[in-house]
T-cell receptor
């Protein structure tokens, strides 16, 4: 149980286009979902936290108009990278957590975004 | 400030030997601590967590971790390493910020197990 999927697993796009990444909890309802960004050989940096039905909370330094997050249901959150630029190229990972804050987060397999 | 430190970028160990991956934390209140493992181009897999109770926590794939409050440490251990254990390991601590519960990750430690 506790499987989180991401789609697509990798994407290449042209500079200036927008890319949508989906994160789904397959066998549980996630009250909270998280979006992380990971640069090569670095740790995960939290970008934003989203709760179903409410606006996402972005970390300091993350542009909310550039990284649009929609948590439409208890099993789906989407991250849209708008007007992507080469510096947005990274590995994006989502995670989902069930209710209580001490519960572990279950991570998706990640999406590698390359912007040409 | 809340932080998690993994002092070693890489740990090398021979197959069959015991391994330790170090983690120290600095978070306010009672810490919730986690270990995750990441294989190349994959997301993180949960290994184990400490919430309360017994200081020795047992997790997946034969891993265990010992919570030491006085040393603010949560080192990951395994009695006998396997080549397949080679991966990137992250220690994480849960904390409350701005009314939200978040995880803060250490920088990661690459474990290389040699045959």
């Amino acid at each position: 149980g506790a499987v989180v999927s991401q789609h697509p697993s990798w994407v290449i796009c042209k500079s200036g286009t927008s890319v949508k990444i989906e994160c789904r909890s397959l066998d549980f309802q996630a009250t909270t979902m998280f979006w992380y960004r990971q640069f090569p050989k670095q740790s995960l940096m939290l970008m934003a936290t989203s709760n179903e039905g409410s606006k996402a909370t972005y970390e300091q330094g993350v542009e909310k108009d550039k990284f649009l997050i929609n948590h439409a249901s208890l099993t789906l959150s989407t991250l849209t990278v708008t007007s992507a630029h080469p510096e947005d190229s990274s590995f994006y990972i989502c995670s989902a957590r069930v209710s209580a804050s001490y519960n572990e987060q279950f991570f998706g397999p990640g999406t590698r975004l390359t912007v040409l | 400030a809340q932080s998690v430190a993994q002092p070693e970028d890489q740990v090398n160990v021979a197959e069959g030997n015991p391994l330790t991956v170090k983690c120290t934390y600095s978070v306010s209140g009672n810490p919730y601590l986690f270990w995750y493992v990441q294989y190349p181009n994959r997301g993180l897999q949960f290994l184990l967590k400490y919430i309360t109770g017994d200081n020795l926590v047992k997790g997946s794939y034969g891993f265990e971790a010992e919570f030491n409050k006085s040393q603010t440490s949560f080192h990951l251990k395994k009695p006998s390493a396997l080549v397949s254990d080679s991966a990137l390991y992250f220690c994480a601590a849960h904390f409350l910020s701005g009314g939200y519960n978040k995880l803060i990750f250490g920088a990661g430690t690459r474990l290389a197990v040699h045959p």
